[in-house]
């Protein structure tokens, strides 16, 4: 009987796997940081280094929810112990302080990859009316949408996270917009979970004042509205609303179709659009619900087309806290790391 003699090729190895990148979280206590960090303690490719808080002052504290997911202490945030323990930082701060510790992380040539406002936009003018504490972007800032930037984000130094309307919003309409399918303004109708407006507590988030209730807010005078009018190139009308959830956001945006255009045309254009995209899916005429994404990277997409009025509907659901927020940021992490989207989010 013949025997096998293994080439010097077939002999094991013992070659040690890959060092994993370390990746630190500033306002790690938030709503969106805590699941940043829930996400990155078990995250293959990195290691959690440093959670902190939003501020110089504060405690260190533990995070109970995720016990035996991550025993870490979240400490006070100090920017220098950030830069010295961390190659990639996340910031889930409020724009003021996002953006003077951005920029200082930046002078340190640490990446950055930001889930604040703070760099979103890139028009002075709207800039200082919206986020002022921004006076100006820093080289290498993209505006972090992967489904529509990714080579972008691979080579920056500071990724701008969308924020979690516009980016369902962005998502439906983008691929129609740049194919010359959309005529006029835009009207989007956004409904989100109270945990979109942030830990701190006010009158509007009182478990009294929402439970039972629905509202209508910024109406005219909300910031995504800039953003969103950036993105597409066009006007929007975009009125936010307040539900009795604690996560997710449903969007119904209705538009006007260049004459002719066929729901069979609008069809293609998405699925064109998202062929291999692993976050995004296309329900067609069956219109998604917030329940179908909750806790998970998904954006879903559904859309109704009137031929003979040349009348669009769209519905787009996601959850603000995961592809709204902090799961679009590790997935932004990914594309940074030339790692498969996917890693650690699915």
């Not at 060092?19 to 290691?47: D, F, I, K, N």
């Not at 406002?117 to 709207?126: I, M, Y």
């Not at 807010?217 to 009795?244: D, I, K, M």
Request: proline share 6%; aromatic share 6%.
């Amino acid at each position: 009987m013949a025997t096998f003699v293994p080439h010097a090729t077939d002999q094991p190895t013992t070659a040690s796997p890959p060092a994993r990148s370390r990746v630190a979280v500033a306002g790690a206590t938030g709503y969106a940081g805590q699941e940043l960090v829930h996400l990155l303690a078990r995250h293959p490719a990195v290691r959690l280094t440093e959670a902190m808080s939003s501020g110089a002052t504060s405690a260190p504290r533990s995070l109970p929810a995720l016990k035996r997911i991550w025993d870490g202490s979240v400490a006070p945030l100090d920017v220098e112990r950030l830069a010295a323990n961390a190659d990639i930082i996340f910031l889930a701060l409020p724009e003021a302080a996002a953006a003077e510790v951005g920029a200082a992380l930046l002078q340190r040539d640490k990446r950055v990859i930001d889930l604040s406002g703070a760099f979103r936009l890139r028009s002075d003018a709207d800039r200082q009316r919206w986020y002022p504490d921004t006076r100006t972007l820093p080289p290498g800032v993209v505006y972090g949408l992967p489904e529509r930037h990714a080579e972008a984000i691979s080579r920056a130094t500071l990724v701008s996270c969308p924020g979690c309307y516009p980016t369902a919003a962005l998502l439906a309409l983008e691929p129609l917009a740049d194919m010359g399918l959309l005529e006029g303004a835009v009207v989007i109708d956004a409904k989100s979970g109270i945990s979109g407006a942030g830990k701190t507590p006010s009158d509007r988030t009182h478990f009294c004042e929402n439970h039972g209730s629905v509202a209508a807010y910024g109406v005219f005078s909300h910031r995504h509205t800039a953003e969103l009018e950036q993105e597409l190139g066009s006007a929007v009308t975009f009125v936010p609303h307040l539900v009795p959830l604690d996560r997710g956001i449903l969007e119904t945006i209705y538009g006007s179709l260049r004459r002719g255009t066929t729901e069979a045309q609008v069809t293609d254009t998405l699925q064109r659009a998202y062929a291999s995209a692993p976050f995004v899916r296309l329900t067609g005429s069956e219109l998604p619900e917030i329940k179908h994404v909750a806790h998970s990277n998904f954006c879903d997409i559904g859309w109704r087309v009137d031929e003979g009025r040349g009348r669009l509907v769209m519905v787009a659901v996601l959850d603000n806290l995961m592809k709204g927020a902090a799961g679009q940021a590790v997935q932004n992490l990914n594309i940074l790391l030339g790692l498969d989207e996917r890693t650690g989010l699915l």
